[in-house]
Each structure stands twice: as C-alpha cells, then as structure tokens.
C-alpha cells in the first residue's frame, strides 16, 4: 500500500464566496447582487472594490451583504471594474479590518480571495523584514503586498509584468486560494487564478465576469470557462485570455450552462430551503431523466467500460463522501450488496484520506458531494486513484473539481441549491445511486428481473407520493411547535430507516440548534436508555414491516420513562401498530424498503424547517455554517 502523501495532509476549501465584474456598466450593483447570491458561501462579512480613474475604492464591514448597500463608502464607487467578496472566517475573527478586499501597502493592488494559506507566516515574516506592514489578521494581506513586492523587483516594462508577479506569488503560496487582482498597474483588467477552491469566468458582450459558483452571475450570462489549477485569466472588456502555470497562453472551450437563471432565485418561496424541498418531485424526476429509457437502466457515461466482467472482478466498492452525502451512502449500501452481491464499504471522507484504506485495481470508489468542490472528498478521491482504484463522481454541478478528478462523473440535475442544509440534493443522490445499484444488477444479472423491474416502475412515481406529503403540511407545523423550546431530541431506527434517521437529525440541529442525536433502535439498551427521562423528545421512524414490531418494543420502553414520542410511519405499518401509543404520528405513503429513505426523509427535512421558523432562525444561513465546508 502507498503511504499518504503529504499534498494531502494540508490544504482545506473555505467557503468564502468572490464575484467580479469588468465592462461598461457600474460594477457595485452587479457585485452585490452577485454577493447575495453566494452568502450561503459565508457571511461573516462583506466587501467589494472598484477601480475608480486614478485610484481603488473599498466599502466593506463585518456582517451580511446587506450591510455593504448602504454604506456612504459604497455610495462613492463608480468604477466598472470590480470584485466583491463575502467571508467565511478563518483567520482573524469577523470585523471590518479583516474583511475583503484587502490593499497592498501603496494602495495599487486590491486581492479578494477564497481559500486558506498555510504558510503565510512565513511570507507575512518575509515581507515585514522588507518594509511591509500589516492592520488585519487575516492570511489574505500577504497576498496584495506579495504582488506588489514581486512587481517592484521584476525589471521588465512590458504588459505581462503584473501578471507575472502574480504568478511569482501564486508560486509562494501553500495551501488553497481563488484570487481576483484589480491594480493601478493595469487599470483596464482583471487577473483571476484558481488552486484547489473554485473559480469560473463568465463570457459576456463587451463585458465579462468572474465567481465562485454558477448562480451568482447566471443571471447575465450562460456560458462559462471552468478554470483548471493554476490556470491564469487576464480579463478586459473585449476579451478573456487565459495562461496555464507557465504564462503560456492556451485556449479553452466555453460550457453552456442549461439552468434557468430563476432557479436559483426563491420564486415566491420565504426561504431557500422550503423552495427546494417543494422542488424535490421535480428534482428527482430531471435525475431519472432518460437513465430509465424503456424497461432498461441507461448510463452512457459508463460506457463500455462497465462491463460485466470488470464488474464482477470487484472486490468491494467504497462509498465516501461528507455530511449529508455519507448518509446517502449508507442509504444505498443494503441496495448495492443485496443487488450487486458486492461488499460495499462506507467512509467519512475525512477519516477516509488519513489513513491507509485497503484499496487497489479490484476497487471501484464513488464519491458524493452536491457541490463537488468538498476538500475533503477531493482530497479522498486523489488518494484512490493513487491506489490505482476506479473512481466514480456522483454531483450535482457541472464541472466541478470532483467532476473533472474523477475517471467517470455521473451529474444529479437537482438544480442549484443554496440552503446551507441540502434537501432536494439528498434525495436526488439517493435515486441515482438507486438507479446506479439496478444498472450494475442488470449488468452483472445478479437480481431478479422481476424486482429489479419492480424498482424501476417504483422510482417513477416516488415523485407523486412526495407529492403528496407536500401538499399538506399542517401535521408537521403542529408537531415543531411541541418541540422548538426543547433541548435535546432522539431519533431512533433500524435498517434503512436508521439510515434516515442520521440525516433527519442532521436537518434538525444544524438549522434550529437543537442538542439531537440518532441511534439504531437495536442500540436502545446499550448505554441510549440512560438518557431517557420524562419529557424528552423522541422520533421513531418506523417503515419496514419486517422490522417494525423490533422498533415499537423499543419505543414502548422509552413511553414507560415518560418520553413524549412521534411516530413516522408507512402508510402499511400505521394499519400493524397501535397508533394511540405515540403521541404524535406522521404517516408516508409506502415504497419498496430500498427506496423508503427518498420519501420519509420529506417529512423530517419539513419538520427541521418549521421548528427553525418557530425560533425565530435564519433556516437558510445557520450560524458557523457554510455550504460545502469543510474544516480541521
């Protein structure tokens, strides 16, 4: 077995987001809009910088971008040129010195940047012995002072010598980073350059644009250019020329982007959240899309190279993946062994990339993430294809890291989603990974024809009975209002159902703050119980006929302590179980046990939701939390 290289012992993504602007028109409202679009990112602060005639113009502070409109210092700019950024906090806490744009020295140079350098120390040490000084403490301000120290010692005269200084710095760097550069140096351009956080470059009309991710600029335009590690871009208004890391200018191709630009937008929604978890039916049908063409599971973009003989070679598949997207793996791992007849291992990512897994050519490796942009998947991915194992991408956008590492990519179309606390991206992973277990059968014909043709036609109408649960809702605003002002909640289940259970409680404390913890029901007597007293809250999820009389035991143990208790049922166990026992109770339409998790899950997400808006929370931004962090 190989050892860990050390590239992948550092090196995290940060979730700040950065937007920029170049072109004919007043770059701050551009640059705002785009930050609100991205504050799922972060938002600990704010702060944008145009290029005026003779000068760089700042308006930043401490909080949302909302604060960022009114101030008198956003009032004065008038550039149109600009970048924009809004923090997630690494280093230095949030306040407005150590929000972006952060300044060289001279005030020639303005940086905005996504990601984290880890030995900035060092250079900050380096440049300070050379006359540098320094008012935040953040890691970013080394990088502006950096290119202005590498400008001044580069003798050439030449237009590429600012570009050249930012490469020299990028060259300095350990650790992750997006960067937009304006300067006084080159009044009439834009440099950006990616390392392991994400960057695309919008191509416009007479104007182009830059951000961390699609949604923030799709509003103007839909195609982009997917920035590869150390590739370097030099933007004017006309025209977009791209570098790799030797300052050799390469072409690259656009990629058109086919979501609708209101997607990402709330459409009449209160929050972010509620309007994806109401997109769910849609989500999951665009996932099924043409991969269940007549009575036969398509993937194409397996190709051939799925056969069944390399299917069969298999020793085992690892699913790994972080969060929410780990919960879809132990969805799925009773799908795929029961099916495929195939040992399915799996892993957290980041346990995963420090140790040294039992991995080769016999292995295939799925990795899972909305985003596609998770460092630590990433990060897991790069050390299989080390082992030499087959790795698989299951996410939802477009080009992203994940997509372009991975040998095969399969793509969700769930759409954009913004909340911080993934909904639709859950139950679209899930169908296709379900999707993706039946294909595999097919192919290695490993399974009844029967059930896996009984799966299929299930899959096609999950979206109905989602349908369903939707439509009323009132059941479940009746039971967060029980349990906004408590402490702690349980959830407890078995099989396919205690799969559930981990992520509805995950929905529950990362938006409402909530103490909640989940167990297999199985796990009741060992050590759980203890914590069982009179008025705690717990949540049975009860689905599987064939386990069902195992969980209501378990409940009925924890009634006899007094526990308040809700039942979430299928609508087949609800005729088996004397209801009257729970407090409350939630019932779901029925579906095949493979397949119970895409619908149970709604109410849950649904319940997590309300018992937030009951609070008084902010259910899109929760606090200390960004979409796809990832942090030591």
């Not at 920029?20 to 910088?49: N, V």
């Not at 935040?136 to 002072?145: H, L, R």
């Not at 760097?173 to 009044?187: D, N």
């Amino acid at each position: 077995m190989l050892s860990i290289p050390n590239i992948f012992k550092k090196g995290e993504i940060f979730m700040c987001g950065i937007v920029g602007y170049i072109g004919f028109q007043k770059a701050s409202p551009i640059l705002l809009a785009g930050l609100s679009k991205l504050e799922y990112r972060g938002y600990d602060s704010a702060g944008i910088a145009t290029l005026e005639k003779d000068s760089i113009k700042v308006a930043k502070d401490k909080g949302r971008v909302e604060n960022i409109y009114n101030l008198e210092d956003t009032k004065k700019l008038e550039g149109s040129i600009g970048i924009a950024h809004t923090r997630w906090a690494t280093h230095g806490i949030p306040s407005k010195i150590n929000s972006h744009p952060h300044l060289d020295n001279s005030e020639s140079i303005a940086v905005v940047h996504n990601g984290i350098i880890e030995n900035y120390i060092e250079l900050k040490n380096m440049l300070i012995k050379n006359g540098y000084h320094f008012i935040s403490d953040t890691d970013t301000e080394i990088i502006p002072n950096l290119i202005h120290y590498y400008y001044n010692k580069d003798d050439g005269h030449d237009d590429l010598k600012l570009l050249r200084a930012v490469k020299k710095t990028c060259d300095s760097l350990i650790g992750s980073f997006s960067l937009e550069i304006l300067s006084k140096y080159m009044p009439d351009n834009m440099i950006v350059v990616r390392k392991d956080s994400p960057l695309v470059v919008g191509k416009g009309n007479g104007e182009n644009y830059v951000a961390s991710d699609i949604p923030a600029i799709l509003s103007y335009t839909k195609d982009f250019y997917l920035l590869d590690n150390y590739e370097y871009v030099l933007l004017s208004r006309d025209n977009i020329k791209f570098y790799n890391k030797n300052l050799n200018e390469i072409s690259k191709e656009t990629t058109t982007i086919t979501w609708d630009a209101m997607a990402a937008d709330k459409d009449g929604f209160e929050d972010y959240m509620l309007k994806e978890i109401m997109e769910q039916p849609k989500a999951i049908r665009e996932t099924i899309g043409s991969r269940l063409d007549g009575n036969k599971c398509n993937f194409s973009e397996l190709d051939s190279d799925f056969s069944k003989e390399f299917l069969s070679s298999l020793h085992q598949i690892y699913i790994v993946a972080c969060g929410t997207a780990m919960h879809v793996g132990l969805c799925v791992k009773n799908t795929i062994e029961n099916l495929c007849k195939i040992h399915v291992e799996v892993d957290i990512a980041s346990e995963f990339r420090y140790r040294n897994p039992l991995i080769d050519d016999k292995t295939l490796c799925i990795f899972i993430s909305q985003s596609g942009e998770t460092a630590d998947t990433l990060a897991a991915l790069k050390l299989s294809k080390l082992h030499g194992a087959k790795t698989l991408a299951i996410t939802n956008v477009t080009g992203s890291s994940i997509a372009r590492e991975a040998d095969y990519t399969l793509y969700t179309h769930a759409g954009p989603e913004i909340a911080v606390a993934s909904t639709k991206a859950y139950t679209s992973q899930i169908t296709l990974m379900s999707l993706l277990a039946i294909y595999f059968a097919e192919v290695l014909e490993s399974a009844d024809t029967c059930v896996l043709d009984e799966l299929k036609k299930e899959l096609l109408i999950i979206p109905n009975k989602i349908e369903t649960i939707l439509k009323d809702t009132s059941n479940i605003q009746e039971i967060a209002k029980t349990i906004f002002k408590e402490h702690d909640v349980f959830y407890l289940g078995r099989g396919m159902d205690y799969a559930t259970a981990l992520e509805a409680s995950l929905k529950l404390k990362e938006i409402s703050y909530i103490h909640s913890e989940s167990y297999a029901a199985g796990e009741l007597k060992h050590g759980t119980i203890a914590l069982i007293e009179k008025g705690v809250n717990v949540i049975g999820i009860m689905t599987d006929l064939n386990l069902v009389k195992k969980t209501v035991s378990n409940m009925e143990e924890i009634i006899t302590r007094g526990a308040v208790t809700t039942a979430v049922v299928s609508e087949a166990v609800s005729k088996e179980v004397n209801l009257s026992l729970f407090d409350n109770v939630v019932i779901v339409p029925d579906t095949c046990v493979y397949l119970s998790s895409i619908v149970t899950i709604v109410p849950l997400q649904l319940l997590g939701y309300f018992v937030s808006k009951e609070k008084g929370l902010d259910v899109d931004k929760p606090r200390n939390l960004a979409k796809s962090v990832t942090v030591e």
